[in-house]
């Protein structure tokens, strides 16, 4: 057996020891299911605070994400005159997800999350489509450009 381990329970076990003299011996079960308690609150709050604040970011983004595809489509709409039907429409489904849903149910972080993700889909298929040329204003049934009627 390698000395290094035999050392460390030696001094795991004056450790241990010194710790059930200034607890008590009798206090002892009691002092370390405290410790064991506290730790676990400690972690609950930890985790409480860490969904708090994933929630705020949720929120954050799927407004910021929104906003941008918001003035995309605007520059899409001088360009080519179209979107504004996809405006409208992701506009509507946006403010029904996040209508009064400020509360802190789990409806209401699933209303914010599909928010986010319908945000984050329009924009980057704005973002697409204004990276690729102009349509052509031309459609089947019309008469083609540069030829006159």
Sequence with gaps: MP???ITAIWVAGIVLALFVYLTGPDRFVYAAFDVLQRG???LQDALRNISIAAFDLVRALAIGLYFVFVALTVLAIRR???GVAGLVAVSLVFLLLVWDSYGNGFGAHTRWMAALLLST???LTMTRRLSQPPASPWRPGSVPPHQGP
């Design 40 to 42: 676990w609150w400690s």
């Design 80 to 82: 080519d005159g179209r």
């Design 121 to 123: 889909v329009a924009a």
């Design 3 to 5: 000395r290094n381990t």
